[in-house]
């Protein structure tokens, strides 16, 4: 965004979710979509709630522990916490609150929640897929018995129509057969 400057004395919406503060939705004014902002360093690969950035950036700024570009800091955070919460409860209830949020969304969870909606798409889908199936048979069904008769019921009919009226297609002229001689001959005499 530092790069675009289309965007020099523009305004955005932002849509954040204080719970993964890593990647936030622009909109321009009119409603189109700008794009996904995603936050520098670390902060875009760890994820982080505007709670524990404000509590980490507020123990930072006054010294209580330090971290590099390279480092995790949520990692760091929690090793602070840890040290530091045998004797303050409001550190301990927080350093719950951080364990509990690192292992909702450590990477495992994430994956197994990915697949478990992945899963539940493909069983969707598949339902949507037998409905699909189910109703195009019926509306055939339905076309079928209403405007034109099946292929048996035609081929019955056309049965039917040979024994009254004989063949439907033309014969070829052919030889003549002995029993067609003999029907010749007496019907001459």
Do not use: C
């Amino acid at each position: 965004m530092s790069k675009d400057f289309s965007m020099v004395n523009e305004r955005l919406k932002l849509l954040i979710n204080t719970e993964d503060l890593r990647t936030i939705e622009a909109f321009r004014d009119d409603g189109t979509k700008y794009g996904i902002l995603t936050a520098v360093g670390q902060w875009g690969k760890i994820p982080h709630s505007l709670k524990f950035r404000n509590a980490m950036n507020k123990f930072k700024r006054k010294r209580y522990f330090h971290y590099t570009e390279f480092d995790d800091p949520m990692e760091k955070f929690q090793s602070f916490l840890e040290t530091n919460a045998i004797n303050d409860k409001a550190l301990r209830n927080l350093l719950a609150e951080v364990k509990s949020y690192r292992k909702k969304y450590s990477s495992e969870n994430i994956k197994a929640e990915v697949n478990k909606k992945k899963e539940f798409i493909q069983n969707n889908h598949l339902e949507l897929q037998n409905l699909v199936i189910e109703h195009k048979q019926q509306t055939n069904i339905q076309k079928k018995t209403k405007d034109e008769p099946d292929v048996q019921t035609l081929i019955i009919e056309q049965k039917i129509k040979e024994k009254n009226n004989g063949p439907i297609y033309e014969k070829t002229k052919e030889e003549p057969s002995p029993n067609n001689v003999i029907a010749l001959q007496k019907s001459n005499k």
